[in-house]
């Protein structure tokens, strides 16, 4: 069973920046996809963004495109998420997910990665006007 820990949410100004880090352990981190998801207050969790076991894929929810950045460090069991000009409608818990499922790229006919069923606690991201 992985363990999943954010960190790095905070407050920021509108346009501002804030990187997110999932750290994992407990099994091999390098196998599994993994992605962020989000929850603002009164709504249900949002798809942010995913990237593959490898690295090679990554997905994208329409909102956070060319303003969000995923990554991971395959070496330190870490996946980043670079957040750039942010919005106040960015606002949210931000949680990490990870693939219970080796080698799996699960992704639904919107492009939403749809793989993620273990979660950390989350982080909260708050960007004022």
């Known amino acids: 069973q992985v363990q999943l820990v954010e960190s790095g949410g905070g407050l920021v100004q509108a346009g501002g920046s804030l990187r997110l880090s999932c750290a994992a352990s407990g099994r091999a981190f390098s196998s599994y996809a993994m992605g962020w998801y989000r929850q603002a207050p009164g709504k249900e969790r949002e798809f942010v963004a995913a990237?593959?076991?490898?690295?090679?894929?990554?997905r994208y929810t329409d909102s956070v495109k060319g303003r969000f950045t995923i990554s991971r460090d395959n070496a330190k069991n870490t996946m980043y998420l670079q957040m750039n000009s942010l919005k106040p409608e960015d606002t949210a818990v931000y949680y990490c997910?990870?693939?219970?499922?080796?080698?799996?790229?699960?992704?639904?006919?919107?492009?939403?990665?749809?793989?993620?069923?273990?979660w950390g606690q989350g982080t909260q991201v708050t960007v004022s006007s």
């Open positions: 997910a990870a693939d219970s499922q080796a080698n799996r790229w699960l992704v639904d006919s919107l492009g939403r990665w749809r793989g993620g069923d273990t």
């Open positions: 990237i593959g076991w490898r690295a090679i894929s990554t």
